[in-house]
């Protein structure tokens, strides 16, 4: 008998001790599960028409003016004031000096000599290259570095004060830094939502302050939050199954994803007819569930305006929403 007692009596630790700590896990914030409870619906306080910006894809706001990429030109990059009138084209699409195949605007601004610089990113040959672009919008390519880095397929780089951070997409999907001179100092494999080919899709953004990472996947309604050494933090999951049912349930998945220094926006495909841009914090905690006009790609004006663009038969389209407080 005392032998049976003292079993039941293991066996209570050991599930006490399992249940501390699954606790424990959950708290850490490593998976939090939210259910979008309500979606406040949006109307745009403005909506415009540009004929002459039909091939624009993204828009980065730089303060005074946007940098906007283009999907089909061979100049592949230009400036656009704030009334969205085009003010230059430049950067020509090839492998040649100065040229770029695959740019991604980072959004971020450095600094030489005194002089603001914009980072531009080419994912096809891992350079990150620097322009000065004054009040008209004429650029000028002040230097350019070459990460060497020969594995995977980088989709974004960041830069902190202690040289680059970026992601690696596909099989090798990492977080990684190097010093100034592009040279590999070390490598983290970063959290992988299961081994099929299609959840190493990402968009990534960074902290202004480059102090974390958010991920949301092409793939699967998700957003991974992780620390500089790659450490995954917090793994939100919007699955459609805690949003209730909807016919069309298999085809949440994210668009676009941008970040402040204290929120995280995700464009969020959720129906034919209306897109959700979700709102969190850099700790995971959803602040808000926002209805707007089927989007394609987002842009932060500042902490509570968003630009969201779509494409018509007239041309892009932009849309202004005030996201509340």
């Not at 007692?5 to 599930?15: A, G, K, T």
């Not at 540009?50 to 730089?62: I, P, Q, T």
């Not at 490598?187 to 974390?212: G, W």
């Not at 676009?256 to 969190?280: G, H, K, M, P, W």
Request: proline share 2%; hydrophobic share 40%.
């Amino acid at each position: 008998m005392a032998t049976i007692q003292n079993v039941l009596n293991s066996l209570r630790i050991f599930v006490l001790c399992a249940f501390c700590a699954a606790s424990i896990q959950c708290n850490s914030g490593v998976l939090i599960k939210q259910k979008i409870e309500e979606v406040r619906e949006l109307e745009p306080i403005s909506v415009s028409h540009h004929e002459d910006l039909a091939s624009v894809m993204s828009l980065n706001y730089l303060g005074d003016k946007f940098i906007v990429s283009f999907s089909r030109d061979t100049l592949l990059l230009g400036i656009v004031d704030t009334a969205f009138q085009l003010k230059n084209r430049f950067v020509r699409r090839g492998r040649g000096p100065g040229e770029l195949l695959a740019p991604y605007v980072t959004g971020q601004y450095s600094s030489i000599n005194g002089e603001s610089l914009v980072n531009i990113f080419d994912r096809a040959s891992n350079r990150m290259l620097y322009y000065s672009i004054d009040s008209l919008g004429k650029e000028r390519l002040v230097k350019s570095d070459s990460l060497s880095l020969n594995r995977g397929d980088m989709r974004i780089v960041f830069q902190t004060t202690e040289g680059f951070w970026g992601i690696l997409d596909n099989n090798s999907q990492s977080i990684f830094t190097t010093d100034s001179t592009g040279k590999q100092l070390d490598l983290h494999e970063i959290h992988k939502y299961n081994r099929k080919s299609d959840d190493f899709q990402s968009m990534t953004t960074a902290h202004p302050s480059c102090v974390k990472f958010a991920l949301a996947y092409f793939s699967i309604p998700r957003i991974d939050i992780i620390g500089l050494n790659g450490e995954l933090l917090h793994a939100v999951d919007f699955k459609a199954s805690l949003m209730g049912p909807r016919p069309d349930e298999d085809d949440d998945y994210f668009l676009d994803i941008r970040s402040t220094t204290e929120s995280i926006y995700a464009l969020l495909n959720y129906s034919d007819y209306q897109d959700i841009v979700l709102c969190l914090d850099w700790d995971g905690n959803l602040k808000g569930s926002f209805g707007i006009a089927k989007s394609e790609s987002l842009c932060l004006l500042n902490q509570q305006t968003v630009l969201t663009t779509s494409h018509d038969l007239g041309g892009l389209v932009i849309n202004k929403y005030v996201i509340p407080k």
